[in-house]
């Protein structure tokens, strides 16, 4: 099945519906930046370190991978991504780091281009496009025009850069690099992250919030969609599993009406109607390319 041409996107896909969610549970336990990134790096990282623990059949290998600069690469990533997306949440508009992160796909492709050599179709740029028109329209379109600048604002176009980039590198590394073991480097690097969280908010305010909420982020939401969407990275384009992450963007606010009550507007339909209807015709149209070529 891994041979499949899908194979690879389908993956990409599960991992991408199963983050969606996690915004809303975020909202839910009504934490603090670091506290969250102590929460969720913890739990997540233990995740993968078991897994790998347990299933690994090639420890003493997998330790010198992870010294190598590769291994180092995706631990300085993983580390970033779950402190700056954490961090851009609770102290910026929501839409500002949305829109930000939004960026993977150019990042992706970018990469992709300069770290190995890998081409990226005209079929992705346009998709990328009118995917990030998409997302604009369904961010900023209607309920989020009075958004500024403000130093806040600036934080969370910085952050949400920050968490697009070490996403990309992190998909280009892992598909250049098929010896890096998924659960070690970022399992570590989650785990790191938590750390950090949890010397900055203290450990006398870990329990303040729905420790609940952020619990099923910890020990489901992230550890599932982020090994298959790093799995994904191996067996498709860095470009094809970023684009797919880009579901997040739209379908978050979605589950944040259905748990809140907060409805999204007009616009923000008409955004996400844009994204899924483009994504659906490139997964078609990259699928049936693919199956062409190897019939």
């Known amino acids: 099945m891994r041979h499949h041409p899908l194979f690879g996107l389908a993956l990409a896909t599960f991992g991408a519906l199963m983050l ?5 549970f975020m909202r839910w336990s009504g934490m603090g930046g670091y506290q969250m990134v102590a929460w969720r790096g913890l739990m997540m990282g233990l995740v993968f370190l078991i897994f790998w623990a347990t299933t690994s059949r090639h420890r003493v ?5 992870l010294v190598s600069g590769y291994g180092i690469g995706i631990v300085i990533c993983q580390y970033a991504n779950a ?7 609770a102290n910026a508009p929501v839409a500002v780091v949305l829109f930000a992160v939004a960026t993977v796909p150019i990042f992706a492709a970018l990469f992709a281009r300069l770290i190995i050599r890998e081409p990226t179709r005209r079929a992705t740029w346009i998709a990328i496009v009118v ?3 998409g997302i604009a329209l369904a961010v900023f379109g209607g309920g989020h025009g009075d958004v500024t600048l403000d130093r806040a604002a600036l934080w969370g176009a910085l952050a949400g850069l ?3 980039m070490v996403l990309a590198l ?23 992250a938590g750390a950090s969280g ?12 729905e420790v609940w909420a952020i619990a099923i982020c910890g020990l489901v939401i992230l550890p599932v969609s982020f090994f298959s969407l790093s799995l994904a990275s191996r067996y498709t384009h860095a470009s094809n599993v970023s684009l797919l992450l880009l579901l997040e963007t739209v379908l978050g606010p979605l589950w944040v009406w259905l748990g809140t009550g907060e409805g999204p507007t007009p616009m923000m339909l008409l955004g996400g109607m844009i994204v899924v209807v483009t994504l659906a015709i490139y997964l078609w149209q990259t699928g049936r390319r693919r199956m062409a070529l190897q019939s």
């Open 162 to 164: 920050g968490v697009a």
């Open 131 to 133: 995917v990030m028109a």
């Open 20 to 24: 969606t969610p996690d915004a809303l």
């Open 198 to 209: 949890v010397i900055v908010t203290g450990p006398a305010a870990m329990m303040q919030g």
């Open 170 to 192: 992190n998909f280009v590394i892992l598909r250049a690099q098929p010896q890096v073991p998924i659960l070690l480097v970022i399992g570590l690097g989650a785990v790191l």
């Open 61 to 65: 290998r997998d330790l010198g991978v």
């Open 83 to 89: 402190t700056l997306f954490s961090l851009g949440i």
